[in-house]
């Protein structure tokens, strides 16, 4: 009897392949629909896929904080009192 041999090309995922697709998910800790969202935008390059998840972890890191408005600032400001220390002269 001949098996069939499978090809595996090392940097192409293959999502057919169950085992492949668990390895590579671990591996990048993505959810299985994330990665075929992945999969849809770049492509089944290992390289693409990895470089999109960096990406996306980047944006999510770099989201800036609220920064409240000018007019905000400007009253709380004016709310502030200031408490100036008193020399203690001996």
Avoid at 28 to 56: C, H, M, P, T
């Amino acid at each position: 009897m001949h098996r069939q041999n499978r090809r595996f090309i090392r940097n192409r995922l293959d999502l057919k392949d169950r085992v492949q697709v668990r390895v590579l998910r671990r591996r990048l800790r993505v959810s299985e629909a994330d990665l075929n969202a992945i999969v849809q935008k770049v492509g089944n390059s290992i390289a693409g896929i990895s470089k999109e998840i960096a990406l996306r972890r980047a944006k999510t890191i770099e989201t800036p904080l609220e920064i409240p408005s000018a007019a905000v600032i400007d009253v709380a400001t004016e709310c502030e009192t200031v408490v100036v220390p008193v020399p203690v002269t001996v």
